[in-house]
C-alpha cells in the first residue's frame, strides 16, 4: 500500500534550525514517487489521500507537471472509486450507505479532501 511522504510535509518547516533536514525530505519524496509509481493500480481511499500529499510535496520541491499528473490520477481514481459527481439516484450511493460508519468517514474525508485541493488547484 503507498503510504504519504508525510515526512517530507513535516520536514518543511524543521530545515531551518537543520540543513541536513531538506536533504533528507528530498529523499523521502523520491522514495515515495517511486512507490507510488509502483502502486497505481491500488485503489483506496487511503492511496487517494497519499497521492494528495504526494502531489504537495512534489509541487513545493519545484516538481510542477509531477504534481499535476498526480493530481490528475487522483481525480480519476476518485471518479472511478465514485467519491465524484455521483448523483444521488446511483447505485453507488447504496453501497456506500452499507459501509461501516468508519469506512464512511474515511472515504468522506478522502473525498473532500480531494476535492477541495483539486478544486483550489484547478487540476
Known sequence: MFLPPTDRISQLSYDGFDQLASSF?????YEARILWQADRSSDSVTTLAAMMVLAVAAAELG???LSRDIL???RQMAESMHLFGVPHTSPA???YRQL???RTRAAAHAA???YGYLTCVKA
Open 25 to 29: 525530505g528530498r529523499m523521502f519524496f
Open 63 to 65: 516538481e510542477d507537471q
Open 72 to 74: 490528475a490520477n487522483a
Open 93 to 95: 450511493v447504496l453501497a
Open 100 to 102: 461501516s460508519p468508519q
Open 112 to 114: 473532500w479532501g480531494a
